[in-house]
């Protein structure tokens, strides 16, 4: 009996030495629970024959880039998905109350849900959780930077409105296996700017969107299609490209009331259009690039330096002319004064020589006055 007895309080002594294994919180047990059974590569149906509803929804935060030559838009982004999986469901009375909580998106299934324009994902964050609550509503909510095939107008650079759409659609999965819905109403979504940085380049107007189903190899697939309408801002290219070309233009026109003799007027042409030469090719990376349609920008930089040129031709044309009506007519005058005095006599000797003599006198060159010989002042 005593050896019982001791045997007893020994057992009682070393349960209370050997420590208490620590319990599992709440949402650790929650957790395994879930993804205990939990396979990431099946559609999160209890039905294989009913659909997966995906909602999204979209906000654009700003307009990074848009290049004409690659025609090409840089956006940012924010992108939310929201869709229900019937395999994450719990009572949160057994779990303390935990209504939801996150886990890993490697863990769980993800929709295959893809942007058609897609080129480039650009510097986007990983963010390598969802959220999921007890009803099973899975949010996955992820900032994207992202470079978007877009066919772009520069025609009226830079007055121009371009019109980007981003398109969502599932990969692989039919409508029948993933239907596509927009999380908020298309009135919100269009009018909503108030994450747009709308201090840079780029004016936002508008983002509408639509629903609607293509049909490809005897399957309609869902999509969703978001239209980014911007509107470019053009006081920076008026101020630094437009105005400068039209006070080039003005000097060039002024130009004209220099004196043609004074051989001043040629050479500050040339300096026009030589600074107008450098001025073009300093703003050559300014201008948009494409190789279907010439900006109407271009177009008039190119009709200004046209018009440079016509008026340097121009001028060295005039120039020439003169020069050659000044030769001429110094030679007919002298030849008429030799033709005059051997050739006849009286009346019509003195009236050619005085036409002569007043010729000479106006196209003497010193500016001094021309005499008359001494056999006219004898007559």
């Given amino acids: 009996m005593d050896v019982t007895w001791l045997m007893l309080l020994f057992s ?29 590569g099946v559609r999160p149906v209890h039905n294989w024959t009913s659909h997966t509803t995906i909602h999204i929804d979209l906000i654009l935060q700003s307009v990074l880039d848009v290049d004409g030559k690659t025609q090409s838009m840089t956006t940012n982004i924010w ?35 893809i942007v058609s324009e897609f080129v480039d994902e650009g ?38 409105k371009q019109n980007c759409s981003l398109t969502f659609r599932s990969w692989l999965h039919s409508v029948k296996e993933i239907d596509l819905a927009l999380l908020r109403s298309a009135e919100a ?43 470019r801002r053009p006081l920076l290219y008026v101020v630094g490209l437009l105005i400068p070309s039209i006070f080039l233009m003005l000097v060039d026109v002024i130009s004209f009331y220099l004196p043609l003799n004074s ?7 040339i300096s026009i259009l030589l600074g107008y030469t450098v001025f073009r090719v300093n703003l050559t990376d300014e201008l948009p690039s494409t190789a279907v349609r010439t900006p109407l920008i271009g177009v008039f930089f190119a009709v200004c330096m046209a018009m440079l040129m016509l008026s340097l031709i121009k001028s060295i044309l005039v120039v020439k002319l003169l020069h050659h009506s ?45 005499h008359a010989p001494k056999f006219m002042s004898q007559g």
């Fill in 123 to 160: 510097k986007s964050p990983s963010i390598p959780y969802v959220y999921v609550n007890s009803s099973g509503s899975v949010k996955n909510n992820r900032p994207m930077q992202v470079v978007l095939a877009c066919s772009l107008e520069m025609y009226a650079f830079p007055f121009d």
């Fill in 12 to 40: 009682v002594y070393l349960a209370e030495c050997v420590p208490e294994k620590p319990k599992r919180s709440a949402l650790n047990q929650l957790t395994r629970t879930l993804l205990r059974t939990y396979d990431c």
């Fill in 79 to 113: 992108y939310r998905q929201v869709w229900t999986d019937e395999f994450l469901v719990w009572d949160p009375e057994e779990f303390d109350g935990i209504t939801e909580i996150s886990l890993s998106s490697d863990a769980i299934w993800i929709p295959d849900v």
């Fill in 189 to 231: 979504i269009a009018n909503d700017q108030k994450e747009f940085m709308n201090d840079g380049e780029w004016e936002l107007l508008s983002v509408p969107s639509r629903y609607w189903q293509i049909h490809q190899d005897d399957t309609d697939y869902a999509q969703i299609q978001f239209n980014v309408l911007i509107r």
């Fill in 326 to 370: 000044e030769k001429e007519v110094k030679q007919f005058s002298v030849s008429a004064c030799l033709l005059d005095k051997y050739s006849s006599a009286g009346q019509e000797f003195t009236e050619s020589a005085l036409t002569s003599l007043k010729t000479l006198e106006f196209i003497n060159p010193s500016g001094g006055e021309t």
């Fill in 263 to 269: 051989g001043t007027r040629i050479a500050f042409k």
